[in-house]
């Protein structure tokens, strides 16, 4: 992979996405406190859940931190316009690298039997399969990790990744540098 | 007229109905009172299998020999009317049973074998030791027992250069003298016949066909290495030869063969069966002691060899079936008219005479494929011939003249293996072989240790994604590199020889993959 | 006492001839990565974790059963060996389906430290996110397949510590699992003295205290040295 290119004269565009995924990768990119104000000056937050109004992700991104797995409709169709827009996708926490908590529902082996289980089996009483099309996105049969979707550049896990983690990776991003990640504090799942 | 009708009761022939032909015809000779002139028995293989049910007959003078195959097993009577009608005429040369049909025994198929080890199989009756006595059974042992000088029949062995025919190839005369080196009188013979290679029957074959020869070779190796003990490990799924063993072990240990003080020497050595359950990898040599001792079957690391610590702790010597086979042999024939000595194979697939032959070590696959099994059925050109089984590799037809011996088809990317030979015609999709091939390793893995139990399923995995057209290069660059490390670390032959197929068809047949990678994936 | 003298990496170590290249590492403080071997416990060399290159030798060796020789060169870390051990924990990861944010052995598991020493930070390999079950029938314990990478830890302490031999690997291949009794519920096993040896070596969060919740167990495998030693010095005061 190429390094992406070392002076960057520009403010850098940054996005963060959510997908299947429970938002504490985000809290904790919250957590970063008072370097988010330094993160504001370096770059302009250009989509995000947590930081930024926009509906629609837009193009020429630089850095996307995307939580979450892909698990339905929605999350597939986001991903691939992430990919086509953005020079570094980072995966961000567990739940993006290996589907973690999202994907304990593949267990069931298919959207139907966790609908069922969820909606029918452990309903008491009064359940009732949700069925919304065109509102509620569909289910994918299993929960991917975001690199067997489409193609990943920065591997950052954690559940969450802590404040630090996420600092050590978006650091070196905004300076054109690769993060170089090892040892427990960096890369230990969990 | 006095002749011999030798029916193939063989596992192969008797699926066509080989037993009931045995019987209708026994019947008929005896309704007809012609048992004196007209001997039926039935014997083990006769060799071209795709042509069963067979059945040879010997009429006097002896170089009359006939074989016949496809015989409508229904009508024994009818048949033997018929041969009757023919000698009457004296046109017994011309007689072919209604129905059948005549082989050719000066084909290159029967010519061009070399029969040492399945000598006997398809001419004695494999349940009487007389008839084996007859052929000269056991007379080796004799010779070797009166002699009474292990180092010679160790050194005999080992210039032979007689390797082990299990797969492994390991020489023998080096495993027996490692195990006739060991101290103590209590040391254990097995004979490895759990022959699980899809599409492999050498074994079953001999043991079908002619078990006293493996006894005899067994009785050999238990005197050279100083054993007392003897064990055959035998699968489940051969009743035919476990029942074929039973009798012959019974027979031999009542004509003093086996047991205490053989042949008036002070060797003993008696024999026991013990039956696998069908697990392939229970094959493997420490996974089958394990078994043997009544535990999962699990191999386990080397050293210590079965040599130095084998079934319950003790001087193991663990040969093939093939390997023992040959032994009678070796010793009667010397080492100069043996030679570079036979390998059985078993042959296969897409070939027009399919069967068991023992042909010359280094005859060259092409003379195997092409001259003695007669080519493709459909006319078709021949694309590789796999040997090896799910350890095994392909040798692509341009390279047929390879002859078949441990080195050269080690060069190639293959193994001699245990003998099953798989002929494929240029309709065969070399990716759907690999990939018959990987989920039966990973079917098969014990799943002791990590690379076989969990690599085999990942290498499955792929091979799907590539035949369902989902793969990319990428794809393809993993399948090489996961199938390097899962043969470099796993435990045991079955993980380390997993990966062989693949790798030796992405070597051989690399374009059989592509043509599965769609191009938008493409680099 | 017989010495041997050997090279592992660039250290020189003289040993007793009847050690393992293991523990002869052990002895240069250099550092094999390993999985299924513990001390105290028969090895088995099946998790491949501890395998080295020998010079001279192209077969890669278990450290934890081959024995040292005489000028022998071991090679502990290799780029061969270190992309095979990943290559390894991924596989072990993708097996079974381990989701550390919940696990009781969060943070103090084998298997989350050995991904961390060998730089996996995701599995090239995929997940295959298998149906396991979770066995809650014994009162004091728990196990949870899910998490189990099949070391068999807990099959050889019981069977070789406690002399209970509750466990056993079941199935084959990719359907082995650790089953108790004959396949039975482990609650339901009267030969089980509930003494924990087997939760306590074992290396992830498969085997558990009931109770315990995220990140709470504590594995100490050291204790079981503790005890293999007082057993054979009969000395029970430390
Ligand atoms: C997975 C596996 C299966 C095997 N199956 C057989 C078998 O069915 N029969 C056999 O003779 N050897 C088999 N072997 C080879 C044996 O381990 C051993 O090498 C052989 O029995 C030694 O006898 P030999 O030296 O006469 O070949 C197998 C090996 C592996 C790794
Ligand atoms: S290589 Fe496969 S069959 Fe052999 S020990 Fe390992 S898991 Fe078992
Ligand atoms: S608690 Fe003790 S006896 Fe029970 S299974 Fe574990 S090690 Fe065996
Ligand atoms: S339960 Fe634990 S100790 Fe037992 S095999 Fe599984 S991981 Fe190993």
Known sequence: MEPVSPTIPRKQRLATVWLAGCSGCHMSFLDLDEWLLELAQQADIVYSPVACDRKDYPAAVDICLVEGGVGNTDNLVLIQQVRANTTVLVSFGDCAVTANIPGMRNMLEGADPVLRRAYLELADGSGQRPHAPGIVPELLERVLPVHEVVPVDVYLPGCPPSASRIRAVVEPLLRGEWPELSGPDLIRFG | MKACLRVCTAASCRSRGGASLQHSLSEAVARAGLEHGLRVKGVGCLGPCSDGPLLAMDADPKAQTQLYGSIPVADGAQLVASLMEAAAQHTLAHWCPAGGLRIDLNHPFFQLQRRLVLEHCGQIDPTSIEEALAAGAYRQLERVLQNNNPAAVIEQVRRSGLRGRGGAGYPTGLKWAAVAQMPGTEKVVVCNADEGDPGAFMDRTVLEGDPHTVLEGMAIAAHTVGASRGLIYVRAEYPLAIARLRTAIAAAQGHGWLGTAIAGSRCNFDVELRVGAGAYVCGEETALMQSIEGKRGMPRPRPPYPAERGVFGLPTLINNVETFANLPALLRLGLETYGRGTKVFSLTGHVRRSGVIEVPMGTSLRTVVETMGGGTPAGRSIKAVQTGGPSGGCVPAHQLDTPVDYESLQSLGTIMGSGGMVVMDDTTDMVDIARFFMAFSREESCGKCVPCRAGTVQLDNLLEQILDRRATPEDLEQLESLCRMVKDTSLCGLGQGAPRPVLSTLRHFRDDYLALVPVETRR | ?238
């Open chain 3, 1 to 238: 006492m017989n010495l041997y003298s050997l090279r592992i990496d660039d250290h020189d170590v003289a040993i007793a001839a009847d050690s393992t290249v293991l523990q002869a590492a052990q002895e240069a403080s250099i550092a094999i990565p390993t999985l299924c071997f513990l001390e105290g416990l028969s090895a088995v060399a099946a998790c491949r974790m501890c395998l080295v290159e020998v010079s001279g030798n192209d077969t890669l060796l278990p450290a934890c059963i081959t024995p040292v020789q005489e000028g022998m060169q071991v090679h502990t870390a290799t780029p061969r060996l270190q992309d095979i051990r990943r290559t390894l924990i991924e596989l072990l990861f993708t097996e079974g389906n381990h989701v550390c944010g919940i696990c009781v052995a969060n943070g103090h598991c084998e298997l989350q430290n050995l991904a961390v020493e060998v730089g996996m930070d995701h599995s090239r390999l995929p997940y295959r996110f298998p149906d396991r079950h979770v066995d809650l029938s014994h009162p004091l314990f728990g196990m949870d397949h899910n998490r189990c990478v099949l070391c068999t830890r807990c099959v050889r302490v019981c069977d070789e510590v406690e002399g209970a031999h509750v466990w056993d690997v079941g199935w084959r291949g990719e359907h082995c699992r650790i089953i108790a009794g004959l396949e039975e519920p482990w609650g339901a096993v009267e030969a089980c003295t509930h003494c924990g040896k087997c939760v306590e070596v074992c290396p992830t969060g498969a085997l558990f205290h009931r109770g315990d919740t995220t990140d709470e167990k504590h594995s100490d495998p050291a204790r079981l040295q503790a005890l293999m030693q007082a057993r054979q010095q009969q000395r029970w005061n430390p």
